[in-house]
Each structure stands twice: as C-alpha cells, then as structure tokens.
C-alpha cells in the first residue's frame, strides 16, 4: 500500500510491503520505521513510490525525494496490527505461549509503608496563594480613575467615512493620573504565598520484602524462524507481486479525488509520464490562481483608488509597483543596479572634474593677462596691476628713494634699458608659449 494518510494523529505517507514466510507461508505487512509526512494544502500533488531491484526504495512528492533507503533496514514488521521490533528475519528464540506467571509471584518493587499516616494538621485544601491582610490602600490612590483614557490629541483621519466605516473613537492610552500616584480603578490586595500551604499528602513509599523481580516468560526456538542463509529464495525479492490496483478511500472531507495511476518497470518513462500529465496540470492549475489572484488584487485596487484618499492610493501606486517589480524580476534589479551605480559614479567623481575644470581655466586667465600685458609693452603703453594697492607702494618707494646719478651717457644708458625691454619681452612671449602648449595638451 502507497499514498499518504491524514486522520487524526496520523500523517504520514504510507510504504507497505508484503513478505512472506517461506516456512510458515503467514503473510507480514513490512511498515516504514519513520514516514515522511503528506501535503495538507488544497492544491493537487504527485506522490511516487521506487522500489529498485538492489532492494532499496524512495519515495518522492512532486518529483522531489523526501524519503529514501534499504527496504530491508528501514522497514518493520507488523503481525496482527502489533509492531515486532524486527523486519524481514523473525528472531530465533521467542515466548512459550504456554508459560504463565505465577499466582504468588510478586514483582512489585516499592510498597506503601504500613506505618505511615497523614499527620492530622494536614490540610489539603488550603490555597497556595492568599490575599496579604497586612497590606492597605494607599492615601493616593484613585478609585475612580480609569486605568486607560481617550487620546486628547487624537484627530479623525480625513478620509474618515462614518456612514461606511461607523462612528470614529479615539485611540486609548494610560491615563496620566494613574503614572502620577500609586493606581486606579478598584483597589485589591496583593496576592502572597500561603504559610500554611503544604499540598497533597502522598504516601510514602518502602522496598517491598517479598518482592522477587521481573517475570518473563521462558524462551523457546522460534518455530517459524527463517533467514537470508537458510532461505536466500526468500530475499531474492522483498516486494510481493502486484496483480491489481485499488484506491482506499475513507475521508470526511468533500473535495478529494485520485487521476492517473501508473505502475511500470521504466524509471525514465514514469517520469516522462509524470511530466506531461502533472507536470503540465499543475502548470496550468499555477498559471490560473495566479491570474484569479491578479484579478482580485486589481479589482481591490481599483475600489481602493476611488473610495480612498491620498494614503489610500499612495498604497495602491506601491502595491502596483510591487506586482510589476515581481514579474519582470530581472529587469528590476539590473536597472537598480545601473542607477545606483550611476549615482555613486556621479557622486564619487563630480568635484574632481570641478576642481580639474577650475584649475583650467585659471591658467587659462594667467595666459590671457600675460598676452595682455606684452601687448601693452609692445605698444609704448604702461601695464596696470591687477592690485591697486602694490602700486601706490611702489610709487611711494620710487618718491621717497633718492635717485642716483648714473655715471653712463644718456644715449648709452638708452639703449640699453631698450635692449632689457626686448629681453623681457621675448622670454614672455616663450613663457606663454610653453602655456599654450601646455593648454592645447590639456585640451586634447
């Protein structure tokens, strides 16, 4: 017998071999050891049973292994609805049937004293816990107080409907007062371990001095006894032939149905069969409580974002965004990824490119202020300084300084504050072209 069972205590898949006694010719039932247990839920499942020529089994629930092993390890045996604790070979020494305890025989180990009584000042009925008669009220405390209050800052939401969701109540909380003294409401005494409690009196135990021990019946040779040496035909197969198939049923449940039984000697075919059959019903059977799922939730939705306010339909655009992101998976988590990398790019690189930018330009200003100025000196003009102050110091300096007599001509001392000029000038021009090279590398 194969297939799962849940009644009452029971839920378990049951595997239940056949195995005969080749000296006895009594059939056993052959029982797992521990079962996996059934589905519960309401949706459709396939349960299938392999027994393998190598004599081990495996039992699988929708295509999965949940249980698995050697039939003649993981079985054992049942006679007349009792579990023997061994499998397929019977022990060889078991009970004389006809052996009987004796009538005097005393296997009672511990005896209740006979000299023992239960004190008369033992009372049973008193209470383990008492009130405290020595505890009184204190001055503080509020008999008419409420140990809880309405929240006075509490509004009615505006989305609020008393004639669909009835009349608005404010939230409770702890009312102040209460934290302020020792309590509110009625007082009661506090509860305090009773003194004269002392329980149920038991009576005391002793070792019994007739006592002899444990009886057991005597051991005799098991006349059915058989095993893989003496009868190896016997283990040749651990599973009965099948000639038949039936379906036991005994449910008070509506609802419970059995399609598509398959028995074979193919592994791979049976799977095949499993696949095109289940495979593709559960599928389908999927696909539609999916989309009566979907159907329902858009249909909640939609009520939702007419009948409520802004909370409400902020939910709905979530709820939405939730069903879409968990259909299209993939998608989802690729473009989370490529906008957060995005943004830490953004963040991470920004005020680099903004101090490299800068630093351009300002060199690019040095370049344009220096042109200028050559321009300047080119054409007889005097150069302005960009500070004001610099100036009026220099001209104060050159004022108050006395200026020496040269001991050169006129003409010769010229000609050469011409020729410094023309210096200067022309290692200008060689600085800035050094920075235009220098601008033009940047660009590129």
């Known amino acids: 017998m194969f297939g799962p ?28 050891k521990s079962s ?9 499942h396939l349960y299938t049973a392999i027994l393998r020529q190598d004599k081990t089994f495996e039992i699988l629930i929708d295509s999965v292994s949940v249980k698995s092993g050697t039939i003649s390890d993981e079985m054992v045996a049942f006679v007349d609805g009792k579990k023997k604790d061994y499998g397929f070979t019977p022990p060889e020494m078991i009970d004389d049937p006809e052996d009987s305890k004796p009538e005097d025989w005393v296997d009672e180990a511990k005896i209740k004293d006979p000299d023992a009584s239960k004190p008369e000042d033992w009372d049973e009925d008193a209470p383990k816990k008492i009130p405290d008669m020595d505890a009184e009220k204190p001055e503080d405390w509020l008999d008419d107080e409420p140990d809880f209050v309405p929240d006075p800052d509490a509004e009615m939401p505006e989305d609020w409907d008393e004639e669909e969701d009835g009349d608005w109540e404010a939230p409770q909380v702890a009312n102040p007062k209460c934290a302020a003294s020792s309590g509110c409401g009625e007082w009661v005494r506090p509860i305090i371990d009773n003194p004269d409690y002392r329980g149920k009196w038991v009576h005391p135990m002793i070792d019994n001095p007739d006592y002899i021990g444990e009886w057991s019946p005597r051991q005799i040779d098991n006349p059915e006894y058989f095993s893989e040496e003496t009868h190896p035909e016997a283990f040749k197969t651990l599973v009965a032939p099948i000639e038949g198939v039936a379906v036991e049923i005994w449910t008070m449940q509506k609802g419970i149905h059995f399609d598509n039984v398959y028995i074979g000697n ?15 019903e559960q599928e389908e059977e999927a696909a539609a409580a999916k989309a009566a799922k979907r159907k329902a939730a858009a249909e909640a939705r939609k009520k939702k974002w007419e009948e409520g306010g ?7 655009l979530v709820s939405s965004f939730l069903e879409f992101a968990g259909d299209n998976l993939i998608a989802t988590i690729c ?6 990398g995005s943004f830490c790019w953004w963040m991470c690189c920004r005020d680099d490119e903004e101090m490299e930018y800068a630093s351009y330009a300002d060199e690019d200003d040095d370049i344009e202020e220096e042109e200028e100025d050559d321009e300047n000196e080119e054409e007889g003009e005097p150069v302005v300084e960009d500070k004001k102050e610099k100036t009026e110091d220099v ?15 006129a003409s010769d001392a010229k000609d050469a504050a011409a020729a410094e000029s023309a210096a200067k000038a022309t290692g200008k021009k060689k600085k800035n072209k050094k920075k235009k090279k220098k601008k033009s590398a940047h660009v590129e």
Not at 266 to 280: K, L, M, N, P, T
């Open 5 to 32: 069972d849940k009644c009452g205590g029971t839920n378990q898949v049951h595997l239940i071999l056949r195995h005969q006694n080749p000296v006895s010719g009594k059939w056993e039932e052959k029982h797992l």
């Open 36 to 44: 996996p247990s059934p589905k519960t839920d309401k949706a459709a």
């Open 266 to 280: 193919d592994i791979g075919a049976a799977a095949e069969w499993a696949r095109a059959s289940f495979g593709v």
């Open 310 to 316: 802004v909370l409400a339909k902020f939910s709905v």
């Open 335 to 340: 473009t989370f990824v490529l906008l957060f």
């Open 395 to 409: 001209k104060e300096k050159t004022d108050s300084e006395p200026v020496p007599q040269s001991s050169v001509p």
